[in-house]
């Protein structure tokens, strides 16, 4: 039987009815980015980036959000970039699970040596399931709602924009912009959920303090209808082109510390722990996050892990 999944469960159902359904929140979106954009480009060629996520929003708190995400791509000429991206986000422990399985293709125009700008498509499908076996309301409440088990599929685009120039880089895109009703009305019963355009804005930059230490500020906003405007602002210091460290603060939402290494030259490993500054810190320990990225050098060429946009 699973466990009795009151305080965070209940808090999102009652968010999904008054506000828009929110898409995963990720701190450390800097390297989590051809997620969120289609138009992301490396301009690496030869070389296939890959990735993967993992965050588990809330800790501690029953039946708190866990999401992951894999990403793969690859410049297939000077102008063409693909790829494919995977998002999991379960809440509950099992009860509420959507999954989105997207094909990214970019296209680059260069402006001039040291700028270019990309235009993103991404094409693919959500899927949406409920398990409400074994899901225990209070003895108070008995919701209708809950009886019946959901397995839901539904196709989705997005579109991107990102500008790259030497040490700068920003970004817009709507990942999702078909808006599938994925609960509805049905034998009386109301039940409200939907996918909401989605607007992300991020920014980055890089300073040369001097050859061993470079300091790294960025942004992303999120825009949804019926949602608050979500804001983080980071700034990330790296060592030695090796080590790297910073703070983000998520507006009226929590404050960050992340910390990542690259091992090897192709493979960088992260973390970071959100603390919590709404009451939902009462109920949970924070939030943890952990990313894994890795280059994989096809044909030899080795420009270095430093020229991707990945590094500002």
Do not use: C
């Not at 990720?26 to 051809?34: G, H, I, W």
């Not at 509950?92 to 094909?103: C, F, P, Q, R, T």
């Not at 507006?251 to 992260?270: C, H, K, Q, T, Y």
Request: hydrophobic share 40%.
């Amino acid at each position: 039987m699973k466990k009795i999944v009151y305080i965070t469960f209940m808090l999102l159902l009652v968010q999904m009815g008054i506000q828009a359904q929110q898409d995963p929140q990720y701190t450390q979106y800097m390297y989590n980015m051809s997620v969120i954009n289609p138009a992301y480009t490396t301009n690496e060629p030869g070389k296939l980036n890959l990735g993967a996520l993992y965050r588990s929003q809330w800790a501690t708190a029953v039946g708190a959000p866990k999401t992951m995400t894999f990403f793969a791509h690859a410049p297939l000429s000077e102008k063409v970039e693909m790829g494919l991206s995977f998002i999991t986000d379960d809440i509950g422990d099992g009860v509420l699970k959507e999954n989105n399985i997207y094909a990214d293709f970019a296209y680059i125009l260069k402006l001039d040596d040291q700028s270019n700008i990309a235009l993103g498509l991404k094409g693919g499908i959500t899927t949406f399931e409920t398990d409400f076996n074994g899901f225990m309301l209070p003895e108070f409440q008995d919701d209708a709602a809950f009886n019946e088990n959901m397995n839901n599929t539904f196709p989705n685009v997005g579109i991107g924009a990102f500008y790259h120039r030497g040490n700068f880089y920003t970004g817009i895109s709507i990942p999702n912009l078909l808006t599938s009703k994925h609960l509805e009305n049905k034998d009386g019963i109301n039940r409200i959920g939907s996918e909401e355009l989605h607007l992300f804005i991020t920014s980055g930059y890089v300073h040369e303090l001097n050859p061993d230490i470079k300091i790294k500020p960025s942004i992303m906003a999120k825009m949804v209808q019926g949602a608050p405007l979500t804001m983080d602002f980071s700034m990330n210091v790296l060592f030695l082109n090796r080590f790297e460290g910073g703070l983000s603060y998520r507006l009226e939402d929590s404050v960050s510390a992340m910390f990542n290494i690259s091992v090897l030259p192709s493979l960088r490993i992260g973390y970071a722990y959100d603390y919590t500054l709404s009451n939902l810190s009462e109920y949970s320990s924070g939030s943890h996050e952990i990313f894994v990225l890795f280059d994989l050098d096809l044909w030899g060429l080795g420009k270095g892990y430093d020229k991707s946009p990945r590094f500002y």
